[in-house]
């Protein structure tokens, strides 16, 4: 009997442990709900605006509650908080960010076609011999900057020196005849020296010397000073592209010693269909693609016939070669502008970017050093360029650098749709 008793006391405060543990789980779940309530109360004392919307989150399953989000349960934790880039002033110009101001332009239809740089003819000049000599020295090399009348080479010649010694001679004839005077000299001697001596000049001339050369070998009545040395000089400002021969060579006359041009300014030639060389006219704007790089041109010239073998035509498209970016004989991908010209908001391809859900956009600045993020549709795409609808004329969007600001979004996982 003593034995029983103690079971049933023992039963008997097992029962009340467990209800008062039971008890103590409710009050804390009451604590949980009570810091919800007081959580949203402070919300609503902070900003009476915003209370419908505090009542709106309501109690989330497990006790959890849900922000920013409202309705949009699908969305991860950042929501909208992250719908814009902020950007400072350095980080901007460390990532290389441009912008540029939207505006309504022109944009024709896109001509493709292989191209080929090559020397503009018009800034080119070959360096040749006009009698066969011998090369005594180089002034310049190969690759060389040079202005125009600089020495390139010093010549000499058999046949430089026999006109050399002709107008040394012709030269000190004349000299005397006019210090003797009219008076003393007939009108017919004095002619016949005046055009020996006229002749003399030209035919140094012709072979070579400059004016100032022949002015120094004249001003000498030294004879010997006549052996045939004349320096070829630079007709012009640009690089040596070529300088085909060696010290001693014996050349004969016309033969190409050196090629100068100036590379500031280069031509591409374009082959084209008839067909599409016939919708595009001088002055056509281009596009020309070297590596990853654009450059801007425009058709300077266009020949009138077809070549027999390929059946096309070849065009001349003038471009800038700044940076000596361009060579002659390298090749490049070449887009030229037709005459069917469409008007729109024109971007650079690089300012448009696919979206993480497949759409393209563009980043917008809304306020200085704040990018957002808008759909837009293309149009047109003509080389580096292209037509888009989604923006309005005097927004200002990034033009270079949007991948950048692209990444930094990601970064936030900010909302595609900006939602």
């Known amino acids: 009997m003593k034995h029983k008793l103690i079971i049933l006391i023992l039963l008997s405060l097992a029962g009340a442990s467990s209800v008062l543990a039971e008890q103590g789980h409710e009050h804390d779940d009451l604590d949980d709900f009570s810091g919800i309530e007081i959580e949203e109360e402070s919300h609503e004392h902070a900003d009476e605006g915003h209370q419908h919307e505090a009542e709106g989150h309501g109690h989330q399953d497990d006790g959890h509650e849900e922000k920013g989000h409202g309705d949009h349960g699908g969305h991860d934790d950042h929501g909208e908080e992250a719908s814009a880039a902020e950007l400072s002033e350095a980080q901007r110009r460390m990532a290389g960010i441009e912008t540029l101001v939207v505006q309504r332009q022109s944009l024709g239809d896109a001509i493709t076609a292989p191209g080929e740089a090559t020397l503009n003819a018009y800034r080119t000049t070959k360096i040749t011999p006009r009698t066969a000599a011998q090369v005594i020295k180089r002034h310049v090399r190969l690759g060389d900057q040079v202005k125009k009348g600089e020495p390139l080479v010093t010549l000499s010649s058999v046949a430089m020196a026999e006109a050399q010694g002709a107008l040394m001679q012709a030269n000190a004839e004349l000299r005397r005849v006019e210090s003797l005077g009219r008076k003393v000299v007939s009108e017919k001697r004095f002619v016949t020296a005046q055009i020996a001596y006229q002749q003399a000049y030209a035919k140094v001339n012709a072979y070579g010397m400059t004016k ?197 979004m990601a970064k936030g996982g900010f909302d595609p749709h900006n939602h």
Do not use: Y
Request: no cysteine; hydrophobic share 40%.
């Open 212 to 408: 100032k050369q022949i002015k120094a070998l004249t001003n000498t009545s030294d004879a010997t000073q006549a052996i045939g040395e004349f320096r070829l000089l630079s007709l012009q400002d640009g690089t040596v592209i070529s300088d085909d021969f060696m010290v001693g060579e014996l050349i004969e006359a016309g033969h190409l010693l050196m090629t100068i041009s100036d590379e500031s300014v280069l031509w591409i030639e374009a082959r084209l269909t008839a067909e599409d060389a016939a919708r595009i006219s001088l002055g056509s704007p281009a596009r020309i693609e070297i590596g990853q790089r654009w450059l801007s041109g425009k058709v300077t010239q266009a020949r009138h016939t077809l070549d027999e073998t390929t059946r096309t035509l070849a065009v001349h498209i003038e471009v800038a070669n700044e940076n000596d970016q361009i060579h002659p004989g390298q090749f490049v991908h070449v887009v030229i502008e037709g005459s069917n010209q469409q008007q729109g908001i024109i971007v650079p391809v690089e300012a448009v970017l696919r979206s993480p859900d497949g759409d393209w956009q563009v980043f917008v600045e809304t306020s200085p050093g704040r990018f957002e993020p808008r759909e837009v549709e293309v149009l047109k795409t003509v080389g580096d360029q292209m037509l888009i609808e989604g923006v309005d004329e005097g927004e200002t969007l990034v033009g270079k650098g949007a991948f950048f600001v692209q990444s930094e």
